[in-house]
């Protein structure tokens, strides 16, 4: 239930001020430099102290496909997507289209050179006249077309009642603090909100009042946080081939390294290599994870099914590295600019034979920051490629954030034997289930003791890593690697969990659903009571298991068709597999509370 | 029992040892479990030979490879080395990788003409590219050995086997391959010809970029008919060396003139040390990359069996000089891989 | 329980024979041509009418290491792996152990050069000289050594008393009735076998006696049948890498075609292209099934891992092409040369995004060949990959079976579209679902009609196959590739079901995991009895559901460390997902009737 | 709205039709949806030209791609012909198993340089040895356009650009690598010429296998520079065709005759047309392909701009022809797939 339908149950006659609660989209076409015009708005919002978030949804092309910016703005903190009450009609081809999903009640604010849009008088339209206002202002020639967003800024400043020196502020941070191109933007910015103070009259509710929710928080995107968490994990090696939404994780990195990660004289204690494929990528790392490198590579679907075999390799060898799945729609090329969390199922079992990785699942940008650090511990203690899936919607969007906390703990890098410790132990055998927890003993290359070396294969070993095809042997080790898996049970981050005493449902979710979850648990705190467990990893540990027990229904809301947690959980749980239920859904859009809600009261009516 | 970690031989005994104490044994690796007289296990002899007469340091060391018959030799080498026989035509990545993690190791590979020429195309060419310093042997029997003897892609257009039938193909010519995608150092040898091979691996060793040896090596079991190119008959009766070969260790500067037929010379390597050229019939100079495209051209056309160094080329850096590696990045300690809570604090600054 | 041991159970003072109900093991080394002397054995029992089946247990290179046949002999007519109670010792490498583990009673035929053997008074040793027997055979120096092996063939003649004239037949048919080899091998069996008379006198029990239990039966592999199903069904386009154990499936296809495939005027219907690799061999099959042809590929377990992005691909294009993937031990290179059932969660979901495909599960020669044909039909029907899943024992082996059925039904095409049909209809829209079964029309290139081109591609589509980024469209396109699974429960292999009404425990397995099940459920008559539901297809049906609806407790059996059927049948049966149990066991080797046993009634004791 | 399916153009409109009396516009694709400017764009609307002007029935041509802005291309010509957008770098296995289905069937493949020179170097390199029929087109831009402009295979060394930063590693020279993997018809070009283009484009749909056309196409958005070797600016300053080139459909049977500067030959096609060409600058002979070595080794180091049909050789026969396909696989009965019920009983009793 969106604001408005909110004040027409409340029955208003007229329409009282709607402060700091609504959501925007502007409409324009991909590649004519939106961006910062839109990013603009969100810091200003920001910087007034008010809870915000801007999902950017964009094409797969370069230039001139449409492309969608949402902003949520809500005193509550609320930050899931929301229908928009206001829509910047600034992209022609869907201009038509755009007005008509409008609730009533919305406002459009659009581009004087848009011809015939819907009439519709339940919305209120303001008319910019963008042309006018960008006449003669003095920008390089190429930068000219872009001017045309500040017009946008100025009139929403202007119907939002956003100070301009606010929105100054903002625009300069965008910038980069370069005065020359600043200036000159926000001559356009301040010459729309005088020509729609003097010529427009406000009809619409929205207002923005400042607040301080957003004291110290900090904004960026979850790939730029992931990256910062790779860079104070020590990521030593990285190997990528780009693909969207994975691409921007790398550019971070590179962007991010150099400034942190020179040594005392300057040289690098880094090195990013752009692969020629993913199958590439996957084979540096494995052969850097086993030089003793952190070693990373990020991807998303068709990367991942390119590294399958290189996974199976890094499972059965016992190789450290991270994966970063930056997932998109699938399967196949699908939608590459959409969000998902359908790689799930086949990231935990990736590979032939029988194989299980863990995977790390973060919903935020702290939760980016930290799984950025603490995947290279995970994956070092337990020797085995760890998966850490992210989702379009959290990596190249916006986000609030804490700051994040430095590493809680020093870096673990695992069982290593030095030369000292071989020479100790009178020799080492690669695969020997020493201390019973599965987590065998490794030696780096370079190691200066002749007991040091091992040879490492794809191929049936026993413990001493010699090849072997005997049965006990295979048996062996392949059972030693099992009970690894059960060891990352309490190794990997426990879920986050809120009981609810008065619940007999329980929500089970990952990722960026929990921000659509969040919200609707609020708007039915009455009508039906539930808990969350938010999984922050896979394998599960005892307390999912508990809180199934302790729910009489639980619900896995999960973005893919499937409803592949719920599968995973289905087996890990099977005596409770029939009070598992599967809500999944994937149209390549994030999440509302209101989808959320729906479903929920329609499932629980049918198991009434 | 295979891979045995083999320990420094006992001093109290008489055997001879070399420069840093190791005798031959402790080059060894597992006793092979290839077909006997396959050429690959010639190759591992002199991979142990050279190994002592370098006086390599084992563990300084790494040995790399695919899969097949070729990528199963790396166990049969250096038992006191890390190995990796990674997967079917990814050995290059895997190098790739091990060696940005830790640029002091030398890395020799080991593969197949299946494993670099099918399958791995791609990882090769792209690893000549970026010229990664190590030894990439290619073991090249003209068949898939370990799958029973189909064709690879340097099989002979219109060769004919018992098992595969006739090859329809033209073959993938490796040296021609690795050149034109900007390989600084490769040989053609011949798994019959351990001098040679011993030679050119030397050398190869103390190259500054990736060193390509395409050696032909045949397979006993699918591809030795002495009809066939790369069969051992063929080989003896044909091989024509470009050069005589002589690899010097760090010997003083020495330059490269331009030589007559033949003419002696050396060629300084990145390392300091020499090989030195006695040419044989024709004037041949491994300097010129057209020179050698051309004559790996001819000797298609014509069939002939040349090996030696066909081309030089020292100019490039390799992938760790252009990354800048400096301290190994394997030996990095925490601090110096983790920046201080406060380069977090003041990094966040420009997010707020 | 072996015959031994009942032996004593019955409590036999002397040893009254054992007729046609043992099992034979020859150890040798790899590539000394011992396999035709094991299939003249085979081959000699066979055609005294007596149930046999052989396996051959080898390494994973070309020559020298230890290899095992094991032929099983059981006038009951069970063919599963048996520990053998008679051994051939020609490996000098492995005498030793196998000597040892030899049942007591068990009998020893060993080359005179084998030194100092194990002393077992509990044994019947049989000494061969077997040098003296091969002295001046004039044969081809080459083939000298295979000679060796015709000196055991004589030897086992005499031991179990099978007539020379048989092993002659046998001999001839393995040489292709080549006189002059036949003659010079069969003059060695005849002096082993009269040497023998002469000179050992009989200890064991073992003998054989005609029967007519295989009368009209045919021998083959499992790959060999495929391939002829293949044949069968109109394979046009093959394309394949090289991987053991699928390359003897693509060397029979190769082997076939030329004879059976012919046009009318001696030109192939077929092309079999041997590609760079497993992504080319999966483009291909693509390329192929998109253009018409009935395109199949053949591969392993890694191969499997590098079709990963082009069967997401396929499934979501919806482009027909048959999969078959002979099973041996994963992950990554694991044991080439060993058996297994574990990539079966791996290909049903295989890519990445939501994706799931049919998978054909033969346990016989016969299910072999009527899936070669079938798959191309469901493929076409479904228009989706199809995968095959066998396995090395299946596939390598030799098999009894009856005389293949001819195909009972007329090709199924599938839904293409002709001209003069688009004509008709005055156009088509290549993804709409016109009769609501999920499955839509497809027209070929080369379709003479303005009207009958369509675009092809991986990414986000709509009914016309436009280019489509829109929500409903990704919505409704997945939502019915959803539904063409649901259609394909029905279209796939039913299960083969025997209902047992005095049980309350059910077993579920599939593949070659049969025989030993067969066998153990016989013995089990009295004390477990149980019924038994064999899959021969994912996705399950009704059946299925009922099955275990009927049953207390139900074992899935299957030949993987993790139980991925298991897991599979929890998801799809949530219901029931407690009573599920796994029995799941993975050293390489075939399951034994016996270890069925322990296991089935340790779990029953537990669960009691 | 994309790829809509467009109807023959209606006759009783005056507008210019072919022979088979289809108009240009029944030549059209989707509307492109790529940067203006870019050259991409230029390239689809000669294949739209090219298809209108050889009268090709658009129900027997295939269009085939990769993944990337470049093989987005198919979409924008040639709306009634089937199109197949494949994976990233597997276009050639793709129409590999299209082409041995329907070998009938004329394929059009777009790709591009990230396309096929760094993910799809190995498939690009086998199509080649087999030699499959059909056109394989690289728009090259040296960078991934559609991830927003790193740097590809075949960028140049040392190439600054302002997202990617600069290129350390040496270009492929696809060309090259086309010549030696047996490739027998080899071109390069420039978007910015469209004449040569067409002439090129043509000729390549006559050839007997495969032929590739390295298009070098200027992406506006990342690599557009003028200093840069595929900016539009550097391509019209410095662009030097071999020869000019011209296209004679079916001509009756020319012969070639060694060339000398400036003179005038026509080379037969393998479907009996012809290309004319008159030698601009040097003689140079497009038939010898270690010529052609020469010619694109010093090009690429004196960093010129070559373009023109670079080699050509029609000895070798196609793929199709190699499997002796006759009636197209796809169009067979029933019967010719079914063998009969006795042909498996007779089978069978070798197995008794
Ligand atoms: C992905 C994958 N595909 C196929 C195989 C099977 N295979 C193992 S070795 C080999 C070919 C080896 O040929 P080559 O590299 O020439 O080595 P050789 O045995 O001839 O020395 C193949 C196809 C594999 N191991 N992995
Ligand atoms: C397996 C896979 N990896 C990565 C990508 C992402 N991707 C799409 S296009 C492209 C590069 C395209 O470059 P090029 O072939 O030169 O085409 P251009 O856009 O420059 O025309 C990449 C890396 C993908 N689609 N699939
Ligand atoms: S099969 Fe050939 S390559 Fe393999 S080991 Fe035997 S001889 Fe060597
Ligand atoms: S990004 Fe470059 S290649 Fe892609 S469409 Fe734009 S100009 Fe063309
Ligand atoms: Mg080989
Ligand atoms: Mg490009």
Known sequence: MNVLERQQEAGHATRSPVINDFSLVVATANGTGSQTANLTLLRSFFKLGIPVHGKNIFPSNIQGLPTWYHIRVSHEGYIARRPSEILVAFNPATAHEDVQELPSGGVCIYNADLKNLPQRDDLVFYRVPVGELIAGIDVPVKRKPYLANMAYVGAVAWMLEVPLEVVEEALSAQFGYRQKLVESNMQVVRRAYTWATENLNKQDPFRIEPMNKTEGLIVMTGNEAGALGAVFGGASVAAWYPITPSTSFMDALREFLPKLRKDENGKPTYTVIQAEDELAAAGMIMGAGWAGARAITSTSGPGISLMAEFVSYGYFTEIPAVIWDIQRVGPSTGLPTRTSQGDISFTYTLGHGDTKHPILLPSSIEECFEFGWKSFDLAEQLQTPVFVLSDLDLGMNNWMGKPFEYPNQPMQRGKVLSAGQVQALGGFARYKDVDGDGIPYRTLPGTDHPLAAYFTRGSGHNEQAQYSERAEDWLNNMARIARKFETARNLVPAPATELNPSARVGIIAYGTTRYAIEEARDHLAQRLPTSFLRLRALPINQEVRDFVAAHERVYIIELNRDGQMHSILQTELPEFASKLRSIAYLDGMPLTAHWVEDRLLKEEGDSR | ?352
Chains 1, 3 share one sequence.
């Open chain 2, 1 to 352: 029992m295979e891979n045995p970690t083999p320990t420094p031989t006992d001093r109290t005994q008489i055997i001879k040892t070399n420069a840093i104490g190791l005798s031959k044994k402790d080059y060894d690796g597992a006793p092979s479990t290839l077909c006997k007289g396959c050429g690959h296990n010639s190759i591992a002899s002199q991979v142990v030979q050279v190994g002592f007469e370098l006086n390599l340091r084992p563990h300084e060391i790494i040995k790399l490879s695919g899969i097949g018959c070729s990528s199963k030799s790396p166990a049969y080498f250096l038992g006191m080395s890390h190995g990796f026989n990674a997967l079917h035509g990814r050995m290059p990545s895997v190098s790739t990788g091990a060696l940005m993690a830790n640029h002091s190791l030398r890395a020799i590979g080991v593969s197949g003409d299946g494993d670099t020429g099918s399958i791995g195309m791609g990882q090769f060419k792209h690893l000549m590219r970026r010229n990664v310093r190590m030894v990439y042997l290619v073991e090249n029997n003209g068949v898939y050995g370990l799958t029973k003897g189909q064709f690879s892609a340097t099989a002979e257009e219109g060769l004919e086997l018992k098992y595969a039938g006739q090859n329809e193909f033209p073959q993938v010519d490796l040296c021609m391959e690795a050149i034109i995608a900007g390989c600084g150092f490769v040989a053609r040898s011949f798994a019959g010809d351990a001098k040679q091979v011993r030679e050119l691996l030397k050398a190869a060793l103390s190259h500054r970029g990736t060193a390509v040896l395409d050696i032909i090596s045949p397979c006993v079991a699918f591809n030795n008919e002495d009809d066939s190119p790369k069969s051992y008959g063929y080989g003896t009766k044909n091989e024509k060396p470009l050069h005589e070969l002589g690899f010097i260790p760090y010997a003083e500067e020495i330059s490269i003139e331009p030589m007559e037929p033949g003419e002696f010379r050396t060629v300084r390597l990145h390392d300091g040390s020499h090989i030195s050229l006695r040419n044989l019939d024709t004037a041949y100079d491994p300097t010129h990359k057209l020179a050698a495209l051309e004559r790996l051209q001819r000797a298609q056309d014509t069939g002939e069996f040349i090996t030696g160094l066909i081309y030089y080329n020292p100019d490039r850096p390799s992938l760790a000089e252009l990354e800048e590696l400096d301290t190994p990045l394997s030996r990095l300690s925490t601090e110096q891989l983790r920046p201080s809570q406060t380069a977090l604090q003041q990094f966040l600054q420009s997010y707020r």
